[in-house]
């Protein structure tokens, strides 16, 4: 069974930092990754999806990594914003077919104005 | 133009109780899903349908049924509700089951 952590769980930093998010995954057998914000009261926003052949993807000010052999992913947020606070999710997808994601239990980020 | 809605994004009722969630997606994706995320904003997967065919159905209460009368649609009732259901329920959507996954708003239940 797939499992997920995520370190740190909470962060705050001031505005313009570049962060890294970390999240480890037990089963490496995965077909790709997704990162997802959510913001309170709202539901997930897609930021990025990595295929398990991929080492990164990048969007914007986001670059996530893979490294699917370890277990790892990360996403590296630059110049960070006050509109970057959210809720942070990672989830790997294994298992054939429609078998879904599992999440981790995310990151709470706060950016200081 | 909204990708994956639901409907309603409230509900407040009474235990015993029986109620149903709606959802749409007009993004042309052949796979489903419904979300639970409990008290702790943890998330987890409730339910998948594909081409109208259940696919996966982890250790939910048989209380809980989803019904999809047409690829774009899959509704959530429950039954006899509990307070151990008060959360909040997402859908969401993909392409194939290996796709990017999209999902709706949420629908936050409370059961007293």
């Known amino acids: 069974k797939q499992e997920v952590t995520q370190i740190p769980a909470a962060l705050s930093v001031p505005e313009g930092e570049n962060l890294v998010l970390n999240c480890s995954f037990t089963d490496s057998a995965i077909y790709n990754l997704q990162w997802f914000r959510q913001d309170p009261g709202k539901g997930l926003t897609s930021l990025l999806l990595i295929q398990s052949s991929q080492r990164e993807q990048t969007s914007g000010r986001l670059n996530a990594s893979l490294d699917k052999s370890s277990g790892r992913s990360t996403l590296y947020i630059a110049a960070s914003q006050p509109g970057d606070s959210a809720t942070y999710l990672c989830?790997?997808?294994?298992?054939?077919?429609?078998?879904?994601?599992?999440f981790g239990k995310g990151t709470h980020l706060i950016i200081q104005p | 133009d909204t990708a994956v809605s639901q409907t309603p994004k409230y509900l407040v009722t009474q235990m015993g109780n029986d109620k149903s969630i709606k959802c749409e997606q007009n993004l042309g994706h052949d796979t489903m899903y419904w979300y639970k995320q409990d008290s702790k904003k943890f998330l987890k997967i409730m339910f998948s349908?594909?081409?109208?065919?259940?696919?996966i159905n982890e250790t939910v209460p048989n209380r809980f049924s989803p019904k999809s009368p047409d690829k774009a649609h899959l509704n959530l009732h429950i039954n006899s509700l509990e307070l151990g259901d008060s959360a909040v329920y997402f859908c969401a959507s993909s392409q194939a089951g290996f796709g990017e996954l999209f999902f709706g708003e949420g629908s936050r239940l409370t059961v007293l």
């Open positions: 349908y594909n081409n109208k065919e259940l696919i």
């Open positions: 989830a790997p997808h294994s298992g054939g077919g429609a078998d879904g994601l599992t």
